[in-house]
């Protein structure tokens, strides 16, 4: 089995900052990309951010220069900072991971995971 467990979601007026954690664990034998997504009431999910082993990254339009995703690959762990929050920001975020793992398998195999789901709630 393998987990993302994600915290760092909450409350915050309008320009102010949070960040979020995930961190995957399991029989992980590799992680690809990890990133972040968020679905708002009544929408559907939207990429915010992604990040590859090797640190290349890639933004939705509405939050670059706003957000930063990075990850330590020694915690299996994908970061996301974000500063000048709007409310239109307020939706659950969703931590997502491409992976090789064991499984049942003697060879890794690829999977896709996803956490729970952090709320972030932005107030004007």
């Known amino acids: 089995q393998v987990q993302l467990v994600e915290s760092g979601g909450g409350l915050v007026q309008a320009g102010g900052s949070l960040r979020l954690s995930c961190s995957a664990s399991?029989?992980?034998?590799?992680?690809?990309?990890m990133g972040w997504y968020r679905q708002a009431r009544g929408k559907q999910r939207e990429l915010v951010a992604t990040i590859t082993s090797g640190s290349s990254t890639n933004y939705a339009d509405s939050v670059k220069g706003r957000f930063t995703i990075s990850r330590d690959n020694a915690k299996n762990t994908v970061y996301l900072q974000m500063n000048s929050l709007k409310p239109e920001d307020t939706a659950v975020y969703y931590c997502n991971a491409d992976l090789l793992w064991y499984g049942s398998s003697p060879h890794p195999v690829g999977l896709e995971v996803w956490g729970q789901g952090t709320l972030v709630t932005i107030s004007s």
């Open positions: 399991g029989s992980i034998f590799s992680i690809n990309a």
